[in-house]
């Protein structure tokens, strides 16, 4: 008699320690799905500050630049997520990262900080952060002597980025900037 019940407050306690160990995993992991999209929403807005620093030195580079003719400079740009568009077209440079959960303006408003416009569109339930870099009025760029437009990728190298001015613009033209990557 004894022994049946050694056993059955042997299995028990397995039982007991089977339950708990599944209502701990379950809480773990309603945390963890409840905490992640906060994380992301950090981690975006991280991202977002690094790369408006990195534009305002990027833009800083450029006026140098803009001031004589000949002049080249060589930037390094790392873009950790999104993509950043040199498109000579409409004489602008613009960061974009989609499809995120940080709502970093208001939606469909552009604010302006120092030379870039940021600007946050909603696409479905998440949203497209655009900071873009406006030289219409005072640059005709291209890249490798092309009006083609460049895209950088995300990745973990920095892009070599150079710029010249190429100082065939006459005084009362925009500066022709050419942008190369090396």
Not at 78 to 92: A, H, W, Y
Not at 128 to 153: A, P
């Amino acid at each position: 008699m004894k022994n049946k019940f050694y056993i059955r407050k042997k299995a028990q306690v397995w039982i007991e320690t089977a339950i708990y160990t599944l209502i701990g995993l379950t809480i773990i992991g309603i945390l963890i799905t409840s905490a992640t999209p906060q994380i992301e929403k950090i981690k975006d807005r991280g991202i977002i500050t690094q790369t408006t620093e990195a534009l305002n030195v990027f833009n800083n580079e450029i006026f140098e630049i803009e001031q004589a003719g000949g002049a080249e400079r060589v930037v390094y740009f790392t873009v950790k997520k999104g993509r950043l568009e040199i498109d000579p077209n409409k004489s602008i440079i613009q960061y974009v990262l989609e499809d995120t959960r940080l709502e970093f303006t208001e939606e469909n408003t552009t604010v302006k900080e120092g030379n870039i416009d940021l600007l946050t569109k909603k696409r479905g339930s998440r949203f497209d952060i655009f900071l873009t870099m406006n030289y219409t009025d005072r640059l005709d760029m291209t890249f490798n002597g092309l009006k083609t437009v460049k895209v950088l990728h995300a990745g973990t190298t920095p892009y070599k980025i150079q710029i010249e001015n190429v100082g065939d613009n006459e005084a009362n033209e925009n500066t022709h900037i050419n942008f190369e990557l090396l």
